[in-house]
């Protein structure tokens, strides 16, 4: 019941009371005559409220705001209560304010051995507004989320190496259902950990999302490996970690995006926290000219990571503003180890930006190629797109495997850039010699044949695949109709690279998938594959065009 005080004291009036049956995130709104909000006033635990009102007020309705997980304090997930008519006057009326109808869904995941895992729950109303689409992220297996009462869509996913789990369910107004599901592994990772190099968060000026809550969404989108990268600040991840009980569950590693006005953005890591310096210790780019920028992101720092991102988007494109020309570009403007070929943001600009790639490789140059999801909102999940890499299968695992290893494997070219597909290539001479993504194939004096697998859940739809050699096209495929096996599409393609004896020239093969149509909630972004090099020494020096991959540890790649 709440009191209100009908005499105005200025432009505004006072209401108290109580929302029956409260839960977190309950909010009580004031509407005027045409139902718009004019101001919402929070409540306590027990529902109590307290608050001015304008005096055009002439209804009170409740609401509730939160995660949807039964945390208050995020916006984002909303419902709507009953309104009622708020009494004029001087004298007191008593209001009597309901809560929102509320369902609980409790939802328990489950992977191939029975263990419980984190989980993504996308629910959108049945044939409803697909703008009223929520996403819940969980670190566990077993969370209660609160939706409005109705029917509508689920469907729960846990990254593009699990199956996905899709249903129909009808919720009523102080529902306690239960969903029970198994996410089923069904691509064979091994090796492989996956990454996001470019996450935004709290300290991003144009992002809202907690900490914690990037990091619990990047365990449920099964990432082993997350650099924070808010827009010229300084984030060190591990403190959150550790206070949402997390440590131990992921790495991470503190960086920043250099978001520059002249020279479009970069991210650099890892970099130290520095709280007595502007921006936690963010490199000061102002007035700095393209080669000086590019000197003081690397600062010295050999095991330091400068990535260019969306290297084609809009004003923030790097390649724009130095004019830049695969054939002519000084080397000077191109000292970057990585360039996102596939970003959640940029993803549009993926074709051209994989023409300048492999113009650069055709001259020579060598620049490590990522996918990263440039997450912002709560809308767009972290790690879609991401980059697979390869640290071999003793180490592949979160927890076992440094940020220091996983980033010396990076500049090493063991990657691949994926909005989900797992796409591999390698040259083999016969069974015994052979190389794979990063590496390079020396010695040869037979045969030599390219190989591509692609590995893909049912639920992700596949386009074309094409594989390059020295920028030349060596095979096209189809790969709509491919069938599915045990939960996924998979196959692997053959041609031949070179003939014969060893030819006197080195080249560069990579494989890329164009996607397809997207399928599910679960491909939040179109579908891109992109493998790093393959490469061949064609004049027997043992390394292509001056370069020979390092040794690492793990297994050979």
Not at 63 to 88: F, I, R
Not at 115 to 140: M, Q, T
Not at 257 to 271: A, L, M, Y
């Amino acid at each position: 019941r709440a009191a209100a005080g009908g005499a105005a004291t200025g432009a505004s009036r006072r209401v108290r009371g109580q929302v029956s049956d409260p839960f977190p995130g309950v909010t009580v709104e004031a509407l005027d005559s045409a139902g718009k909000p004019l101001t919402r006033c929070a409540t306590d635990d027990a529902g109590h409220f307290d608050c001015p009102v304008p005096t055009t007020t002439i209804r009170l309705r409740t609401g509730w705001l939160g995660n949807g997980n039964l945390q208050a304090g995020e916006a984002g997930q909303a419902g709507v209560g009953p309104a009622l008519e708020l009494a004029d006057g001087s004298e007191a009326a008593e209001l009597t304010l309901l809560p929102p109808a509320v369902a609980r869904l409790r939802v328990k995941v489950r992977n191939n051995s029975g263990a419980a895992i984190p989980f993504r729950l996308s629910a959108r109303p049945d044939g409803g507004d697909h703008d009223l689409e929520r996403s819940f992220a969980y670190a566990d297996g077993d969370a209660t989320f609160q939706l409005p009462p109705g029917k509508w869509q689920l469907w729960l996913h846990h990254g593009p190496r699990y199956g996905e789990h899709q249903i129909v369910r009808t919720l009523t107004p102080g529902d306690n259902a239960t969903l029970a599901v198994d996410l089923l592994q069904a691509v064979d990772r091994s090796g492989w950990i996956a990454a996001d190099f470019h996450v935004h968060a709290e300290q991003s000026t144009d992002s809202a999302v907690a900490n914690t809550r990037r990091l619990t969404g990047a365990l449920a989108e099964d990432l082993q490996y997350v650099v924070a990268t808010d827009h010229d600040f300084v984030t060190d991840y591990r403190p959150w970690l550790k206070a949402a009980g997390l440590e131990g569950k992921l790495v991470v590693a503190a960086g920043v995006e250099v978001s520059t006005i002249r020279f479009g953005h970069f991210n650099v890591w890892p970099v130290t926290v520095k709280p007595e310096v502007s921006g936690n210790g963010a490199p000061a780019w102002l007035g700095l000219q393209a080669e000086a920028l590019l000197d003081l992101l690397r600062d010295d720092q050999p095991g330091r990571v400068i990535q260019c991102n969306h290297p084609r988007f809009n004003s923030a494109s790097y390649l724009d503003k130095i004019a830049f020309d695969a054939t002519s570009t000084p080397t000077s403007l191109l000292r970057m180890d990585a360039m996102e070929a596939v970003n959640g943001i940029g993803h549009g600009d993926t074709a051209e930006v994989l023409g300048d790639w492999m113009g650069l490789l055709q001259r020579g140059v060598r620049i490590v190629v990522t996918g990263t999801s440039d997450c912002h909102g709560l809308s767009s999940p972290i790690g879609n797109p991401r980059t697979l890499i390869w640290l071999g299968k003793e180490r592949a695992q979160s927890g076992v495997f440094s940020a220091a290893e996983a980033d010396a494997a990076l500049r090493a070219g063991r990657a691949i850039a994926t909005g989900g597909p797992l796409l591999e290539v390698w040259l083999a001479e016969g069974g015994a010699n052979e190389a794979r993504i990063g590496g390079v194939l020396s010695g040869a004096k037979g045969k030599v044949m390219v190989h591509t697998r692609i590995q893909a859940p049912d639920w992700l739809a596949l386009g074309r695949l094409k594989v390059y050699g020295n920028a030349q096209l060596l095979l096209d495929v189809d790969l709509s109709s491919l069938p599915v096996s045990a939960g996924k599409r998979s196959e692997t393609f053959d041609a031949v690279a070179l003939a014969g004896a060893a030819t006197a020239a080195d080249a560069w093969f990579v494989a890329v998938h164009e996607p397809g149509p997207a399928s599910s909630p679960g491909a939040t972004r179109p579908s891109w594959a992109v493998t790093n090099p393959v490469f061949y020494d064609g004049d027997g020096d043992g390394n292509w065009r001056g370069w020979a991959p390092p040794t690492l540890p793990g297994d050979k790649p």
